[in-house]
Every structure is written in C-alpha cells, then in structure tokens.
C-alpha cells in the first residue's frame, strides 16, 4: 500500500530557520559596525570584528549548502550549529565592551531554541557556556566608553540604553516568531509521525483480517467441492420425491452460491493486486451500486437525490469502492426499517456521500470506537464490515464520518477527493 510522504522533517525546517535568524544577525551586527564607523567615529578592532562576522556568514552559508543536499539534521549538528552563534557573538562582544555592550542578551536567543528542539542535555551545556562566557566578560572585556551606561551624548542620548532596547525588540521578536513556528513544527512532526503509526496499525489488522479471509477461503473449496458432488448424485437419486428433491435443488443452489462468492473474491483480489481501474462519472457508479444493492436488499427502501448539476466529475475506482459504500448501505438498512435518505455531491476537489437511517443513532460509549475491528453496534456480527470501509476509503484519500443526527439516526458521511484513484 502507498504511503503519503512526511513533509520536511522539523529538524531540516528548524536548521533552516536557525539559519535565517543567523543571517539577520549577522546583517544587523554588520549594520552596527557600519554605524560604529561612519557616524560614531568609534575606535575598534575592525579586522577581527570583520573576520568574524565573515566566518560566521561562511558557515551560514556552507550550512545553507547542506540542506540543498537533503541530508538529516541530528541533534547533535544543531547543537554545533547554536553553539557556533554563542561563541561568535563572545568574540564580537569581547572586542566591543564586553557585558557593557547591549546585545550581550542575546545569550538568550540560542538558548531559547535549544530548550525548545535539542534534548536536556544540550540545553545545558548551553546554559552553562552562555552564563560561563557572560561571567567572563563582566571582568575580561577591551572597553568602550561609548557603550558606557552612563555615557551620554548630544541631547542627552544614551546609546546603551537605546542599544538595549534595540536587542531587546530584535530578541522578542525572534523568539516570538521562530521559536514558536519551530515548536509548531515539531507538534506537526509528532501528529505526522502519530499518524503514520495508526495507518502501520491499522494495515497490519487490514493484513491480519485479509490472511483470515485467504485461509478460509482456501479452506472452504474443498468442503464446498465434496457438496456439489454428493448433491449431484442425491438430485440423480431421488428424482422422484418431489420433496425431497425440491429441497436438494435449494441446497444445491446455495453451494453454487457459496462457490461463486469465493470466487468472486479471488478474482477481486487478482484485479485489485494487477491495478485494475476503471474511470467512471461518479453519479453514474453510485446509481450503479444502489441498484445492485437494491437487488441484494430488496426489502430495503431508499430515497436517492443528486444535488449537484454540474457535469459529474471521474473517478478512478475498482471493487473494493462498491463493497465499503455497500457496507455503508447494508448498516444503514438494517438500522431501521424506514426508507433511507442517500445525497451525492460534489466541488471542484471533493465528492460527498450522504447516507441517513432513521434507528436509534450511534451510542455515546461506543462513538469513539466506531471504525475499529470489532466493535459492532447492531448486537451481532464483528464490526469487520465498517473497518474495513474506513480502510478502503482512506486508501483513495477520503474519509467517512459518522455522526447522530439531530433529526434522529445515524448520518454516514463518505467524503472522496476528486481525480483521486486507489494506490
């Protein structure tokens, strides 16, 4: 079975976040040193100061590179990566008044992404190393009487107070806006993930309920064989008594039933393992199917309405579509005895199927449940019936709800993407 391909990973699209709030650092600091420069006139060592930035803007470049590549991000490579913004920016705010340089809180930007991707352990050694390299350069700084608390300037400006609110917007924003899309990243991840774990799990009961069916299939031949035989010879033998003969016929005439079903199985699952589809407009299929059923369920009744009139769009379909709106049918039917009202329609990328009853509804202990091998609500049988629909239809990327309706009943409400075919 065809398996949907998970969207980016979160650690490559938070890689690549990390990246880019790199990349607005980097042009912001460069935006600092430039003001520095040519407006401040301010003395500071601006081949290292350059250096760096240029080292830090090569690697976010060759990091850059790398994800083109399509490669996996692990943690331990994201750590490198935060650990290469922490250092950096210790060199730059060693070389420009160390703790008294405003954007020494940007400490806290790496450490906030940490707590919010990377394991515990990473977290700390990066709360360790920003508060070890903070400590330091309350002490080992080369100083810089512009960036002074107390320094002022033409009109009274305080260019660290300015500076301070400067990062403090920077950093709000950034955490804001990036920590909170990777953390939404990451949930999207899990719920993919949680997803993909129900759809092996259901598979593996699809697999289980299909080698049952082959198994008892493959067992009923032979029994099935040695009735036709002893019932031929029976009907030769006993021609005569109307009767008993009458009733022999029935039997024989059940067998042959029997057989045809087991065939008709096998021959179902050979098409459908070969890829045979057929495009057919769905108002057409639908009526098709009802009128099958009809002739299955004579006793049922039934109000059809097509309520869209637009030309009916295709769809790619095969046998196990008929038998999962059959089973849909059949519970429907033999939840109340009243007619039953069916509704076909559809948009431009879905087509919905609606199937009403008029019995008791669904029971609130089991709603939750509804679609899982096994729970039934009719009392009798196995469940398998609404199961296996469930599986059929998510195949072709639909769905089906079931739901009590207001009015009373149950509403079943099969929803298909148009052009969509079974994988």
Excluded at 269 to 275: I, W
Aim: glycine residues 6%.
């Amino acid at each position: 079975m065809h398996k949907p391909r998970l969207p980016l990973t979160a650690s490559v699209a938070n890689l690549r976040r990390l990246v880019l709030i790199r990349t607005l650092v980097i042009s912001g600091l460069a935006l600092a040193l430039y003001y520095a420069v040519a407006v401040l006139e301010t003395a500071l060592p601006y081949s290292i100061l350059l250096s760096t930035l240029a080292l830090m803007a090569t690697i976010n470049i060759v990091s850059y590179w790398r994800l083109l590549q399509g490669w996996p991000v692990t943690d331990l490579e994201y750590f490198m990566q935060l650990l290469v913004d922490v250092f950096g920016l210790s060199v730059l705010l060693y070389y420009s008044g160390g703790a008294s340089n405003p954007f020494v809180s940007y400490y806290l930007v790496p450490l906030t992404i940490s707590a919010a991707v990377l394991p515990w352990r990473y977290t700390w050694f990066i709360a360790g190393s920003s508060l070890v390299l903070y400590s330091l350069m309350l002490f080992y700084y080369l100083p810089l009487p512009d960036l002074s608390p107390h320094q002022h300037h033409q009109g009274g400006l305080n260019l660290h107070v300015m500076g301070m609110w400067f990062n403090f917007a920077i950093s709000t924003g950034l955490i804001t806006y990036f920590v909170v899309k990777m953390a939404t990243t990451l949930r999207k991840q899990e719920q993919h993930l949680n997803a993909n774990r129900e759809d092996v799990l259901r598979d593996e009961q699809i697999l289980a309920v299909a080698t049952l069916a082959a198994g008892t299939a493959h067992e009923l031949g032979t029994p099935l064989s040695t009735m036709t035989v002893l019932l031929d010879e029976l009907v030769e033998e006993h021609r005569a008594e109307e009767a008993l003969h009458n009733d022999l016929a029935l039997l024989q005439q059940q067998v042959t039933t029997c057989k045809r079903i087991l065939q008709g199985l096998v021959n179902t699952a050979q098409s459908h393992s070969l890829g045979q589809q057929q495009a057919v407009p769905i108002n057409d299929y639908i009526k098709r199917i009802l009128d099958h059923w009809q002739v299955l369920r004579p006793q049922a009744r039934f109000n059809y309405h097509c309520i869209t009139a637009d030309p009916a769009p295709h769809l790619l379909v095969d046998s196990t579509l008929e038998q999962a709106i059959d089973n849909l049918l059949n519970n429907a039917a033999d939840a109340s005895q009243q007619a039953l009202d069916i509704e076909l329609q559809w948009k431009a990328d879905t087509i919905t199927l609606t199937i009403r009853d008029h019995g008791p509804g669904i029971a609130m202990e089991i709603a939750e449940q509804i679609g899982k091998p096994f729970i039934s609500t009719k009392g009798k049988g196995l469940g398998l019936g609404l199961f296996l629909s469930h599986a059929t239809i998510a195949r072709y990327g639909g769905s089906i709800s079931l739901h009590n309706h207001p009015g009373g009943g149950t509403l079943a409400q099969l929803s298909l993407p148009t052009g969509k075919q079974a994988p």
